[in-house]
């Protein structure tokens, strides 16, 4: 089968072709892994180009991102019934006080779309629930977000808290939302601020590579590109 089919109906959001397209290459013996590697990986790639070059839309990315979840709920139990993770492990969540996680739900999806193992909090998480949970799972990656001005300064709880724990050095923690500056950023020393999804799963990606952290993520995308 041609999987650059499969990155097809994930760019154009049908979901109901991404899921009888990846029934079939599982019935025809296709592993798992080539199908998230060779055809939601880039897929999801082209997804976050085009949001980044403002062709696609938050609906756009959603429709998206949905599609790719319907592929992934069939591939998800085969991969780790192999231990076969695509790649590290991410937590993401909005800050203590924020119910507002739309933005954050994205970046999830377009983590998971790009190979990562993506552990979603939701909304309003204390320092020590995301905590918590990055040590529980052996996470690599934190991202967190707020969209209220008031909210905002419990970012910098969230890193300050990951010192007093002596974790810090374990993680990179990431920021985002409307009132998130990239001066902000760096003045909670977060390890990174991008305006939009796209651009941030695509620093995270880039972050873990030169770090030696990934090598999961495929170059051999010319067929789809």
């Known amino acids: 089968m041609d999987l650059s089919e499969l990155v097809r109906f994930v760019v154009e959001g049908d979901a109901d072709n991404a899921e009888s397209f990846t029934l079939e290459a599982l019935a025809q013996g296709i592993p798992a892994e080539d199908i998230v590697n060779t055809g939601l990986i880039p897929g999801m790639d082209i997804v976050g180009e085009k949001f980044t070059s403002r062709e696609y839309f938050m609906p756009e990315m959603l429709v998206s991102a949905r599609a790719m979840k319907r592929a992934m709920e069939h591939l998800r139990p085969l991969l780790v019934q192999s231990d076969g993770k695509t790649g590290p492990t991410a ?5 203590t006080g924020d119910l ?3 933005g954050i739900s994205l970046v999830g999806m377009m983590l998971e779309g790009a190979g ?3 552990i979603y909090l939701g909304p309003d998480n204390t320092a020590d629930q995301f905590l918590d949970a990055m040590e529980k799972e052996n996470a690599q990656v934190l991202c967190i977000s707020a969209l209220l001005t008031t909210t905002i300064k419990n970012m910098k709880g969230v ?3 990951a010192k007093e724990r002596k974790i810090r050095n374990q993680m990179k923690i990431y920021v985002g939302g409307a009132p ?3 001066k902000f950023a760096k003045d909670i020393e977060s390890d990174g601020y991008r305006p939009d999804a796209g651009q941030g799963v695509k620093m995270i990606k880039e972050d873990l590579s030169l770090s030696g952290q990934i090598n ?3 170059t051999n995308h010319s067929a789809v590109q």
């Open 91 to 95: 937590v993401c969540g909005t800050v």
């Open 100 to 102: 507002h996680d739309i």
């Open 116 to 118: 990562f193992e993506v």
């Open 159 to 161: 890193v300050e808290r």
């Open 180 to 182: 998130v500056t990239e």
């Open 216 to 218: 999961f993520i495929k």
